[in-house]
Nanobody
Framework: QVQLEESGGGLVQPGESLRLSCSAS????????LAWFRHVPGQAREGIAV??????TYKLSVKDRFTIFRDDAGNTLFLQMNSLQPGDTAKYYC???????????????????WGQGTQVTVSS
């Protein structure tokens, strides 16, 4: 079972950028669905970006601002977040599961490996 660990969160002002990293204990290249979720207390966990065989899909609210990508070595997943807004404040989690076909989706119950999360706070 792959283990994941996020880093890179912090406090930023509106309009600024952050890059989150997710280090994996195993190779998470081809053959894995990789995703970023976020959670605000009192709300449901929200899937925001998924990487399916190298192809990204985004939740509409972050599309054109966030970019999900993986390093060439296949051990680290990233989330580049630009033009951050107060509504992006949340704890961010990376998640992974073996891709058994059928596509990769932002459905949290499908993912078997999760990091511990990293807090992102956007405030002036």
């Amino acid at each position: 079972q792959v283990q994941l660990e996020e880093s890179g969160g912090g406090l930023v002002q509106p309009g600024e950028s952050l890059r989150l990293s997710c280090s994996a204990s195993l190779y998470i290249g081809s053959g894995y669905c990789l995703a970023w979720f976020r959670h605000v207390p009192g709300q449901a966990r929200e899937g925001i970006a998924v990487l399916d065989n190298g192809y990204p899909t985004y939740k509409l609210s972050v599309k054109d601002r966030f970019t999900i990508f993986r390093d060439d070595a296949g051990n680290t997943l990233f989330l580049q977040m630009n033009s951050l807004q107060p509504g992006d404040t949340a704890k961010y989690y990376c998640a992974a599961r073996i891709d058994r076909g059928g596509g990769c989706f932002l459905l949290d119950h499908q993912y078997t490996a999760w990091g511990q999360g990293t807090q992102v706070t956007v405030s002036s």
